[in-house]
């Protein structure tokens, strides 16, 4: 039995997904991050690769997750939060325990590619930014 199977299939998995992405717009730490954004597109693509990830009969049709990512200003923080959103959610609709373990695993392997390469995790580079400020300034005085 896939854990698709194990969670009770399509209705369910969707009935999950709603409120996760309804409760990661209306975060107070990373609602802003979606502001704007299609909220029906997100909670069927969303839908979409968690069920093909759980081993259900559904092939992902999105964007690839590192460039749709590439251009937000996500930092490791808002990952986690969306990740501890996620594990609350799967909490409060009383998925399997099984079903959660390998859902939190697909969602920590794609860290790099949400975060992009090389990305410091879990805090700002204040060093990296103040070489970026004076080098900017430098350019603007010359
Ligand atoms: C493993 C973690 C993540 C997964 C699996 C994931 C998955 C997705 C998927 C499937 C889409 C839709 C792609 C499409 O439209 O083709 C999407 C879009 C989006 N995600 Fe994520 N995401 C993750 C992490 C995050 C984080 C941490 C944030 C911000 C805190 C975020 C913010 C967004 C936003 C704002 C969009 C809409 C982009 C747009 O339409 O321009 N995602 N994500």
Redesign the pocket.
């Known amino acids: 039995m896939s854990h698709f199977e194990t969670l009770g299939g399509e209705g369910p998995l969707r009935r999950v997904i709603d409120m996760f992405v309804d409760r ?1 717009f209306a975060d107070v730490m ?1 609602g802003f ?2 502001a704007g ?2 909220r029906e ?2 909670r069927e ?2 839908y ?2 968690a069920a093909e990830q759980l081993g259900g009969p559904v092939v ?1 049709s ?2 690839p ?1 590192q460039s ?2 590439a ?2 200003p ?1 930092m490791g923080g ?2 986690d ?3 501890q959103i996620l594990l609350n959610t799967l909490r409060d609709c009383d998925v399997p325990a099984e079903v959660q373990a390998a859902w939190i695993e ?3 392997a ?2 790099e ?2 975060l992009g390469v090389g990305h410091a995790p879990h805090e700002c580079d204040h060093d990296l930014q103040a070489e970026r400020g004076q080098e900017e300034s430098i350019g603007e005085v010359s």
């Open positions: 990661v990373i991050i979606f954004k299609n597109r997100i693509m969303e979409q690769l992902y999105g964007r997750i749709v990512h251009k937000l996500i808002h990952f939060r969306r990740r697909h969602v920590d794609l860290r590619d949400v």
